[in-house]
């Protein structure tokens, strides 16, 4: 595609969302031009990222070229979002576009700071690393069909993309963007329990990471639901029985849901 593709910010995250449209050749190197706040940023991705983009510093002249492209990405810091400062030399140009992936920044704030932009609001998480992401997105009403198809194709690229209401993004944040932390500490904490039984902690872990791949792909590729499959390895008095019997006691299903609850409220505050 000839679309010109800015990005204010240029970590890891929207290194994880731009490079797979490289990689794809979806859109041409140069035609994304990228803003960083720090010259180590700056001499960072002229060295080390594999594609020569257009990068340039937050304040310099040269900035305008990223806020001239139709389609700009947000992923800077959130507390970094006030020092951001719209240029928009195409401000009558009804057909600019931002695309904010900051947490529980809402659209109605992100349109007080970019009264020149339609706004749009994104929420990925970090498996698109790998490719597989799961990104939702909230459309304000200005956004136009085309527009809209360009920016799904962006986070396509890098796993499966939902389209939500606004009001949805929070939850979807947090169990989607914050579960993955969960997920490490429940890995991390069977793991452990390999280790006191006498386990090697390398293979501890790999047992418990290929126990919950396995398990997810029955779950995913079969009938059989959460239910059924937790009955298929329950037997009367015996060890599934006694691991799920100190779960309970110690209100484990309760604290995933207050878990979820918590960030999703947590979310909510930022807007």
Sequence with gaps: MSQKLGVVGFGNIA??????????????????????????????????????????????????????????ILSVKPQQLNSIKELSPLANNKNQTIVSILAGVSLNKLQTIFPNHHCVRAVTNIPIVIGKGLSGIAFSKHVEEQEKSFIKMI?????????????????????????PA?????????????????LQKNLSEELVLEMILGTILLLRDSTISTTDLKNMVTSPGGT???ALRVLEKRSFRSALIEAIMAANNRSKEFS
């Design 15 to 72: 290194k994880a969302i731009i490079t797979p449209l490289l990689d794809k050749k979806l859109v041409k190197p140069e035609r994304v031009y990228c803003l960083v706040k720090t010259k180590k940023s700056y001499e960072d991705i002229k060295e080390n990222y594999k594609y020569n983009v257009n990068v340039y510093y937050q304040n310099s002249e040269d900035a305008s070229l990223v806020w001239q492209c139709p389609i700009k």
């Design 155 to 179: 986070f396509a690229s890098s796993g499966k993309i939902y389209e939500f209401d606004e009001d949805y993004l929070d939850i979807f944040l947090a169990l989607t963007s914050s579960a």
């Design 182 to 198: 969960i997920i490490s500490l429940i890995v991390e904490a069977l793991s452990d329990g390999g280790l006191s039984g006498g």
């Design 240 to 242: 599934t029985i006694s």
